[in-house]
């Protein structure tokens, strides 16, 4: 069985950093993408970065470019996502999600962790 | 970046049909998915490449063939189909994963 777990949110101040985990289980990891997609609160889901397989391939979001760098440990299991000069409007649920391709473009989020709260706010 | 607009809400009666659409110029000639969201619970993936339903979904989820305008399709709707719903595209113009407006799914 799949499972994805995400742990490292917290309140954060403006300007403030955060890393975000996501532990995978139930597959061979480093076989497939994986992706961050956020939700603030009340509103959609937006996507926020995808990695290929191996790590070497990656694309991100315009509203993060330059702040958010997503990464993963294929001999750990688990997928990362730095955060740095948060802003208040970076305040939602991340969800890390699982593609079901080795690489990151062009796919469907096969599986999704239960998400990891952020808030940024003074 | 383009938009995939869906309906902001269908409501149907317990035993009738929900059609939700998603539409935009980016629709056309692209793989399109649907996920399910219940309130406070993380989305499901109900719908992959148009019309393919995944392990464990009902077949009374379908999907429709590309156009301008997508369609997901919940026959003889039930208490737990009342969701949001979103539709998904990749842009390889942009390199961008896009997710629709989202749809909130009630059933009367």
């Known amino acids: 069985e799949v499972q994805l777990v995400e742990s490292g949110g917290d309140w954060v101040q403006p300007g403030g950093s955060l890393r975000l985990s996501c532990a995978a289980s139930?597959?061979?990891?480093?076989?497939?993408?994986m992706s961050w997609v956020r939700q603030a609160p009340g509103e959609r889901l937006e996507w926020v970065s995808s990695?290929?397989?191996?790590?070497?391939?990656?694309y991100t979001a315009d509203s993060v470019k330059g702040r958010f760098t997503i990464s993963r440990d294929n001999s750990k299991d688990t997928l990362f996502l730095q955060m740095d000069s948060l802003r208040a409007e970076d305040t939602a649920l991340y969800f890390c999600?699982?593609?079901?391709?080795?690489?990151?473009?062009?796919?469907?989020?096969?599986?999704w962790g239960q998400g990891a709260r952020v808030t940024v706010s003074s | 970046s383009f938009v995939l607009t869906q309906p902001p809400s269908v409501s149907v009666a317990p035993g009738q049909t929900a059609t939700i659409t998603c539409g935009g110029d980016?629709?056309?000639?692209?793989?399109v998915h649907w996920y399910q969201q219940r309130p406070g619970q993380a989305p499901v993936l109900v719908i992959y490449?148009?019309?393919r339903r995944p392990s464990g979904i009902p077949e009374r989820f379908s999907g429709s063939s590309p156009g301008k305008t997508a369609t997901l399709t919940i026959g003889r709707v039930e208490a737990g189909d009342e969701a949001d719903y979103y539709c998904?595209?990749?842009?390889?113009?942009?390199?961008?994963?896009?997710f629709g407006t989202g749809t909130k799914v009630t059933v009367l």
């Open positions: 999600a699982k593609s079901d391709s080795f690489s990151p473009s062009g796919y469907y989020f096969e599986f």
């Open positions: 139930g597959f061979t990891f480093g076989s497939y993408a």
């Open positions: 990695l290929s397989g191996s790590g070497g391939t990656t």
């Open positions: 980016i629709i056309g000639g692209r793989n």
């Open positions: 490449h148009y019309t």
């Open positions: 998904q595209v990749w842009d390889s113009n942009s390199d961008h994963y896009v």
